[in-house]
């Protein structure tokens, strides 16, 4: 679920989706609204820097996921983030009735009914830092700290060092696999979607 202006940009968008096996059928065409874009800057080491202009997202309204609240309803998870406004994302979460797995990108502060809400919190240590109130996690042991300070189920990504899983007084650390970090434009996405998959 998510909007498109009514432009060549979200033509290529909906058609790349469409031809990969994806529903676009709750994919919003706004009228009056560009495509939104992503300016990724990647450096020698394999760390990016993000410009978002969010376009027609940020004008994805709450009232604008009636069509699609059966399906919402129905979802065994829905995962959400924040390229839409945030009460759209409650929105949402409130309609669900299956997980609810909020990955709070871009960082900002979340309503407490959102935070209630979501079964599974998904954010990176700068994100966690914002949720708990407390400085950017350095270390494992202070990203567990500060995940335990939020309720549910947190997953907190770690980039190279992995995921640390945080769930009912327990601590596990799962490690990444060792690559060669070329582009990491999505990982976090698709981690996100991996994880969605697995709880399904």
Do not use: K, W
Not at 155 to 166: C, K, M, P, W, Y
Request: aromatic share 0%.
């Amino acid at each position: 679920i998510g909007a498109v202006g009514a432009d060549a940009a979200g033509d290529r968008l909906r058609f790349s989706l469409d031809a990969a096996g994806v529903d676009v059928g709750s994919v919003r065409v706004d009228p009056d609204h560009p495509t939104g874009i992503a300016v990724i800057a990647v450096d020698e080491g394999g760390e990016n820097h993000i410009v978002v202009s969010p376009g027609a997202n940020a004008a994805l309204r709450p009232e604008h996921l009636a069509p699609s609240s059966q399906l919402l309803a129905a979802a065994a998870v829905v995962l959400t983030q924040l390229e839409v406004p945030i009460d759209t994302v409650v929105a949402a979460a409130s309609i669900a009735r299956g997980l609810v797995v909020v990955n709070p990108a871009p960082a900002r502060d979340l309503p407490g009914e959102l935070i209630d809400r979501a079964d599974v919190l998904v954010p990176n240590q700068t994100e966690l830092g914002m949720l708990a109130g407390v400085p950017t996690p350095g270390t494992r042991e202070e990203a567990a700290e500060a995940a335990r300070r939020l309720d549910g189920a947190v997953v907190v990504t770690l980039g190279s060092g992995g995921a640390l899983v945080v769930a009912g007084g327990e601590v596990t650390h799962v490690p990444a696999p060792v690559v060669e970090a070329v582009d990491p434009t999505g990982a976090g996405d698709a981690f996100c979607g991996g994880l969605a998959d697995a709880l399904v």
